[in-house]
């Protein structure tokens, strides 16, 4: 009865946001934070799943004027997770197929976010040049996924490099996001599912980096984020016990 209330529930707020989401991005074009007020909003819906959230943000990575975010990738319900941390003046970068879910789809797209095709991998370069210079044009901060799509619980799967090269082409710093691992911790049956921790955690300068750095770059990236969620995991099953 709880996942029949919560997927009503869910699908009542999906249409509702999504109808007067695409009204209030046509009367707010020249808004620099839409994502950000959208973020507030989804960010509201996790306890809908029985999940509490709790947001960190490292203090130097507060104010930051502009960046490249970079977050794990776990599930859906990442929308309702990291939401918690989105920054004002950001976009996210997603695949082109975000474009065909229905009702998100449209939203998504309305709010402003980059679309690119990650299968063409000449089209997605093409795309991540454009994406530089959009940013130095509007001095908006970009969010990715660098895993290029969920990982299910399958772990890890290894990071992409346009994140990477869009900060060093952009001279941002990198600002890396992690979510603790909730792969298979929400059950929709169940009345609590526990709590989540988002970290924002420092900023990664770039300034003097060149293209050959990226790989560098990127490992370092990775192993602090892996190294995050291992500690973010540990110190919510101390808290457990």
Same mark, same amino acid.
């Given at each position: 009865m709880l996942l *029949? !209330?919560?997927?009503? %529930? *869910?699908? %009542? %707020?999906?249409? &509702?946001? +999504?109808?007067?989401?695409? /009204? $209030? =991005?046509?009367?707010t074009l020249w808004s620099r934070n839409r994502v #950000? #007020? $959208? &973020? =507030?909003?989804?960010? @509201?819906?996790?306890? %809908? $799943?029985? !999940?509490?959230v709790e947001g960190r943000v490292a203090e130097s990575a507060k104010n930051i004027p502009q960046a490249v975010y970079v977050a794990n990738h776990q599930n859906n319900f990442d929308l309702f997770t990291l939401a918690a941390v989105v920054p004002k003046g950001v976009v996210t970068v997603g695949k082109t197929s975000l474009r065909w879910i229905p009702f998100f789809g449209v939203l998504y797209w309305a709010s402003g976010n980059f679309l690119i095709n990650r299968e063409n991998r000449k089209q997605a370069i093409a795309t991540i040049d454009q994406i530089v210079s959009n940013m130095k044009k509007t001095g908006l901060s970009i969010w990715m996924f660098p895993e290029g799509t969920r990982s299910r619980g399958r772990g890890w799967l290894p990071f992409k490099r346009g994140a990477f090269h869009a900060a060093v082409q952009a001279g /941002?710093?990198? /600002?890396?996001?992690? =979510?603790?691992? +909730?792969? &298979? @911790?929400?059950g929709l049956n169940r009345w609590n599912n526990g709590k989540v921790i988002v970290e924002m955690l420092p900023p990664i300068d770039t300034a003097g980096m060149h293209e050959t750095d990226v790989v560098n770059l990127l490992s370092f990236c990775e192993q602090q984020m892996h190294e995050t969620q291992q500690r973010l995991d540990q110190e919510l099953l101390e808290q457990q016990s």
């Open positions: *029949l !209330i919560r997927m009503a %529930l *869910l699908l %009542l %707020l999906i249409v &509702g946001v +999504t109808l007067l989401g695409i /009204v $209030f =991005c046509l009367l #950000y #007020y $959208f &973020g =507030c909003v989804f960010a @509201q819906v996790a306890p %809908l $799943f029985g !999940i509490s /941002v710093p990198i /600002v890396p996001i992690v =979510c603790s691992s +909730t792969h &298979g @911790q929400v």
